[in-house]
T-cell receptor, first 113, second 114 residues
Framework: DAKTTQPNSMESNEEEPVHLPCNHSTISGTDYIHWYRQLPSQGPEYVIHGLTSNVNNRMASLAIAEDRKSSTLILHRATLRDAAVYYCILRDGFGGSNYKLTFGKGTLLTVNP | GAGVSQTPSNKVTEKGKYVELRCDPISGHTALYWYRQSLGQGPEFLIYFQGTGAADDSGLPNDRFFAVRPEGSVSTLKIQRTERGDSAVYLC????????????FGPGTRLTVT
């Protein structure tokens, strides 16, 4: 499985933008980039995903480098409720076992009031 | 609508005992997954069901672990002869089908083996 690399932790201030990086230098052409987050004492929740183009939804934006070897999850205005562990995950769009999510340790985001 | 629910939320058991963990997926979701999360780690895949059958159980650590989904809805993860190393949060997720881009996770069951 292609691997991802994320910083162990990041800090932000409330109402400021947050850029969470993810490196995936061995990404294959059919791998989608998925982000999940896990709030304290909860199961992970889906945030966003993309293949090549930048993506926006109500929760966040995903910026994907042109060579696809890195991506950035952008929270436009962090709130205290965004404090969580954020996971960057590669999923093969066509592989036989693409149902399987492979989580790393993720990035622990702390949001300061 | 109702999300994925898991019971119990917490389970404390003695080493060597048998435990069952239950997962109620979102109604209509055919795909169901179990993951295990140890302290400070991300979740690790255990098993995947498509309908009633276990399509991939490659993540089960050994034969003490077994899971069923007899009617294609509720699933039970069963652990025999529990060991202290089995202590973890057991997470269940479901999706409309295995190709869905989103898996919906339950809150997990925290298992502590003393």
């Amino acid at each position: 499985d292609a691997k991802t690399t994320q910083p162990n932790s990041m800090e932000s201030n409330e109402e400021e933008p947050v850029h969470l990086p993810c490196n995936h230098s061995t990404i294959s052409g059919t791998d989608y980039i998925h982000w999940y987050r896990q709030l304290p004492s909860q199961g992970p929740e889906y945030v966003i995903h993309g293949l090549t183009s930048n993506v926006n939804n109500r929760m966040a934006s995903l910026a994907i480098a042109e060579d696809r070897k890195s991506s950035t999850l952008i929270l436009h205005r962090a709130t205290l409720r965004d404090a969580a562990v954020y996971y960057c995950i590669l999923r093969d769009g066509f592989g036989g076992s693409n149902y399987k999510l492979t989580f790393g340790k993720g990035t622990l985001l702390t949001v300061n009031p | 609508g109702a999300g994925v629910s898991q019971t119990p939320s917490n389970k404390v058991t003695e080493k060597g005992k048998y435990v069952e963990l239950r997962c109620d997926p979102i109604s209509g979701h055919t795909a169901l997954y179990w993951y295990r999360q140890s302290l400070g780690q991300g979740p690790e895949f255990l098993i995947y069901f498509q309908g009633t059958g276990a399509a991939d159980d490659s993540g089960l650590p050994n034969d003490r672990f077994f899971a069923v989904r007899p009617e294609g809805s509720v699933s039970t993860l069963k652990i025999q002869r529990t060991e202290r190393g089995d202590s973890a949060v057991y997470l269940c997720a479901s999706s409309p089908d295995p190709g869905s881009y989103e898996q919906y996770f339950g809150p997990g069951t925290r298992l502590t083996v003393t």
